[in-house]
């Protein structure tokens, strides 16, 4: 038989096997066709074999269309040979029991963006075809992309590129919500189901969401890094939809700069002022919108324009003239020179795209179904962001779904969210702002007296550390405008360190009686702690993720443990404070509790090292009764803040430094004994 000769020969029964057999069957005789009783047997062998040489023939027919699938993928994507090669090979890494056809396409997908990564940490690769081609939504790709690199060992550099797309598509998709609110309340607006199926093609709504959409892209592109914060990217937005009303043919508006809700708002030089009235709304800060939109957009917008970008005709239309604060463009939106300016700005995101982008933002504007909700993203992420799951809400539900903007707000599906993102965002910056706008800069006249009460009068050092620890974070540059002015950001930090500081003295100088607290003042360690707290606070607010914890502990040299000891009395001496900043403390003491404190060179090593060095001298001592473990230095003790007696200190981490000579906890005493009964005397 051919398949037994690719095989090699089968075994021959053996001449005892043959003699032992109890049913008779003859030996054996050298004949290459086995007896009856052999024939069982082997033939067993034979077709052990067989499925064997099947399995394999199989495996081998599953490669070759493993194969064919993934080059048919890279030849409808256009993807590079260099591309295509790398990521064949880390595919061939994947091991076969992780290996299925549900699997596989995810796997493609994740193989494809790995080896299209760049040197500036970002894949070049068309992510979105590829996705569209494998019949995977952007959500659904996160967790498959940390399995792939967690199994092929790819390093932390492949990790922390997953959560910058991750975090790009839920800005993402959180501005998108928030740019169909908006656009809603000036326009008459599209159905979705109406973008989704592409029906409105002409001078219409549609078509002015969809270019509103793709401006606003390309000005975040070009102005803002690459992972955006959300509240300048915010700003920017209101003045894309700004510009878009100046120039929007009456018929699409659905208000009118004579309407009452409008004409509340005039500005100085008698215009309407729409910036103001989406402020309102929105609960913005008009002056940070209109710093926005004179210094950046204004600027921008020209760019386009002298660039050929934007067409304008200054024959056409010219914008509503009571309308201030927006860039001239005139016959923008216009019937004739929409489509062009459509074109136009869709070549210029795509330029745009491939030279930064890992997604096409654009879907969203018809494709968002394809993108999905972002449900399936890490805690973190979704706690940074606050994308908290409603309490009677399903996975599926765990963030306002991606839908028509101008759903009523009867909907159920409105109801299952007390508040989007973003709103509790510009919720947190206005308590900030309401706060501290009568605040000084500077320390005030309560905090004047304190610093003059002390030894020698402490202001001069408290205002120079206070600039000094400031003047070391560094905004991150912002593509064309690596200018963009965050220092009144930083202003709200200090304003709000100096309150925290005189509310801890008051309380202070009410408990003791007494208003001379040199030693604390000139204790360089707690101030640096106090005001990382405050700039922390303003840069979570902001949601500068750029600067995101522990960017403030670097730039200021600070350790995590002495950060967390101050963080109690901060909330304790701020109780107005809102619940996401709360939280968002609570979450960074957790995180030094279970990982940073435990670092190298960190105090809370050192203090163990001196309790167990103290415990262990204790124990040596000749005669020495058994002694509590005795309680930190009194200079380490009165730095501390008081830990709630809730929260319970963990243990190190693993693969943590662990500091020599630490005892190790007693065992648990043994129950006491009942004492023996006491001898009788018998009578007489």
């Given at each position: 038989m051919s398949t037994r000769g690719s095989q090699g020969p089968l075994p021959i029964v053996s001449e005892k096997e043959s003699k032992d057999n109890d049913n008779g069957v003859s030996e054996a005789s050298g004949s290459d066709e086995p007896e009856s009783g052999d024939e069982s047997s082997d033939g067993g062998k034979e077709l052990s074999e067989l499925a064997t040489i099947a399995t394999d023939l199989s495996n081998s027919n599953a490669r070759e269309e493993y194969r064919r699938r993934y080059e048919l993928l890279c030849r409808v994507t256009n993807i590079d040979e260099n591309t295509k090669s790398a990521g064949w090979s880390l595919l061939q890494r994947i091991p076969a029991e992780d290996r299925n056809a549900e699997n596989d396409r995810f796997w493609m997908a994740c193989a494809l963006w790995a080896a299209g990564r760049t040197e500036t940490g970002q894949s070049d690769v068309p992510l979105w075809q590829i996705l569209q081609e494998s019949s995977i939504r952007m959500v659904d790709l996160f967790d498959p992309l940390k399995s792939?690199?967690?199994?092929?060992?790819?390093?932390?550099?492949?990790?922390?590129?997953v959560k910058m797309l991750e975090k790009k598509y839920v800005v993402m998709t959180i501005l998108f919500q928030k740019y169909e609110k908006v656009f809603g309340e000036l326009f008459i607006t599209p159905t979705r189901q109406d973008r989704q199926q592409q029906k409105c093609r002409k001078a219409d709504s549609f078509r002015v969401f969809g270019v509103g959409w793709t401006l606003f892209l390309i000005a975040t592109g070009k102005l803002l890094p690459r992972l955006p914060d959300v509240v300048n990217a915010f700003?920017?937005?209101?003045?894309?939809?700004?510009l878009l009303?100046?120039?929007?043919?009456?018929?699409?508006?659905?208000?009118?700069p004579t309407d009452p809700e409008l004409a509340s708002n005039v500005n100085a030089a008698g215009g309407v002022s729409c910036l103001a009235f989406l402020c309102k709304t929105q609960s913005v800060n008009l002056a940070e919108v209109l710093a926005v939109n004179d210094k950046y957009f204004f600027p921008f917008i020209a760019t386009l324009v002298a660039g050929g970008v934007l067409k304008s005709n200054a024959a056409r239309s010219t914008p509503e003239p009571s309308v201030s604060h927006s860039p001239v463009v005139p016959?923008?939106?216009?019937?004739?020179?929409?489509?062009q300016n459509e074109q136009a700005l869709n070549n210029e995101?795509?330029?745009?795209?491939?030279?930064?982008?890992?997604?096409?933002?654009?879907?969203?504007?018809d494709k968002v179904d394809q993108i999905g909700t972002p449900t399936k993203i890490t805690s973190?992420?979704?706690?940074?962001?606050?994308?908290?799951?409603?309490?009677?809400?399903?996975?599926?539900?765990?963030?306002?779904?991606?839908?028509?903007p101008y759903r009523h707000a009867s909907s159920p599906l409105h109801g299952s969210v007390t508040r989007s993102p973003l709103t509790t965002t510009l919720a947190t910056i206005q308590w900030l702002n309401r706060e501290l706008a009568d605040r000084p800069d500077g320390p005030s006249d309560v905090l004047l007296r304190f610093f003059r009460a002390c030894t020698n009068d402490v202001t001069g050092a408290v205002v120079e550390r206070v600039k000094r620890l400031i003047d070391t974070i560094e905004l991150p540059a912002a593509g064309a405008a690596s200018d963009w002015e965050d220092t009144p950001r930083l202003e709200l930090a200090v304003r709000l360190y100096y309150r925290v500081l005189q509310t801890m003295l008051l309380a202070e100088e009410a408990r003791l009686q007494q208003d001379n607290f040199t030693t604390l003042l000139n204790h360089d360690n707690f101030h640096a702690t106090l005001l990382a707290c405050c700039v922390e606070l303003v840069l979570f607010s902001?949601?500068?993720?750029?600067?995101?914890?522990?960017?403030?502990l670097n730039q200021f040299g600070l350790n995590a443990f002495d950060f967390c000891k101050v963080i109690e009395s901060v909330v304790r001496h701020e109780p107005e404070m809102p619940r996401v900043l709360v939280r968002h403390l609570s979450s960074v003491e957790e995180r030094i509790l279970e990982s940073l404190a435990w670092q190298e060179a960190s105090p809370l090593l050192t203090l163990l090292d001196d309790v167990a060095n103290r415990a262990?001298?204790?124990?040596?001592?000749?005669?020495?009764?058994?002694?509590?473990?005795?309680?930190?230095?009194?200079?380490?003790?009165?730095?501390?803040?008081?830990?709630?007696?809730?929260?319970?200190?963990?243990?190190?981490?693993?693969?943590?430094?662990?500091?020599?000579?630490?005892?190790?906890?007693p065992a648990p005493a043994a129950p006491a004994q009942p004492p023996p009964p006491l001898p009788t005397r018998r009578p007489g």
């Open positions: 792939f690199i967690a199994l092929l060992k790819l390093g932390p550099a492949y990790e922390e590129g700003h920017l937005m209101l003045c894309t939809v700004n009303y100046a120039h929007a043919p009456p018929a699409l508006r659905k208000l009118s016959g923008l939106l216009d019937d004739d020179l929409l489509a995101y795509s330029k745009l795209h491939h030279e930064q982008g890992e997604f096409d933002e654009r879907l969203f504007i973190q992420t979704r706690s940074y962001y606050h994308l908290s799951r409603p309490a009677n809400a399903t996975p599926e539900h765990s963030m306002m779904p991606l839908q028509s902001y949601k500068m993720v750029h600067l995101a914890f522990p960017y403030v262990h001298v204790a124990h040596t001592l000749p005669g020495a009764p058994h002694f509590a473990a005795p309680r930190p230095p009194p200079a380490l003790a009165s730095l501390a803040s008081p830990m709630p007696p809730s929260k319970v200190l963990p243990g190190p981490p693993s693969g943590a430094a662990v500091p020599s000579g630490l005892p190790s906890p």
